[in-house]
Each structure stands twice: as structure tokens, then as C-alpha cells.
């Protein structure tokens, strides 16, 4: 083993552990038990880890704590998209008569098919 390397923990070395749910479940409280783990044991230097050391671990905390940050970030804003989306779908169904039947009046019942797929119509 290189002198740089850090050796894995004894989880990663045996394979799969079973947990009894002593970590909060949610991602949030997860990410900010990991920020003060990583606070305090570098404030604590005589707490030492075969597998990790205080760096690597405050660097994949803070790397952990922004990911659910940016996740919950994006997350809020996607049900107001996918409602407007919603809205929008509707407003389409409602109208979409109304463009096939004036394709129909400008290019005759049986030429108005030709010209869906130039408004992103699919004929049925």
C-alpha cells in the first residue's frame, strides 16, 4: 500500500453491513450530521481513522452537504414547472381543434393531414 493511500473502511472490506437505522433518513439531516462529524473532529485532533482522515472526510462531507443543497434547490422548482407544464398540455388539447380545422379550410379535408407534422401534430 502506498504511503498516500487511505485504507478502506472495514464495511467496504467485508461487503454489505446491515444498518439499524441509528442515521437520520432523510438527506438533509444526513448531510448536516456529516457537517458537524466533520466540525467537530477537526476541532478534536486526537480522534484518528485507519480508512479516512479528518480532511478527506470534512472535504466529502461538504461535497455530500452541497449536492443536497443544489438537489433541493432544483427539486423545489420542478413541481411549479411540471404544473405549468400540466397547464400547458391542457390548453392544447382545448385548441387543437381549432388549428386542425383551419388546415382544413385552407388546404381541404383530405391535403389538412399532410401539414400536422409542420405544427407538431401527430394524425391518428
Do not use: C
Not at 89 to 107: F, H, M, P, W
Amino acid at each position: 500500500m502506498d504511503e498516500n493511500e487511505i485504507p478502506t473502511s472495514p464495511a467496504e472490506q467485508s461487503g454489505p453491513t446491515k444498518s439499524t437505522g441509528n442515521i437520520p433518513n432523510p438527506d438533509a439531516d444526513f448531510a448536516d450530521l456529516n457537517m458537524n462529524v466533520a466540525m467537530t473532529w477537526e476541532n478534536n485532533a486526537n480522534l484518528t481513522l485507519k480508512w479516512i482522515t479528518q480532511a478527506v472526510y470534512k472535504t466529502k462531507a461538504e461535497a455530500f452537504s452541497a449536492m443536497v443543497k443544489q438537489r433541493k434547490t432544483v427539486g423545489g422548482g420542478r413541481q411549479s414547472l411540471t404544473q405549468e407544464l400540466k397547464q400547458l398540455d391542457a390548453e392544447i388539447d382545448r385548441n387543437i381543434s381549432y388549428v386542425k380545422n383551419s388546415l382544413k379550410e385552407k388546404y381541404g379535408k383530405t391535403e389538412a393531414f399532410a401539414y400536422y407534422p409542420q405544427f407538431g401534430i401527430e394524425h391518428e
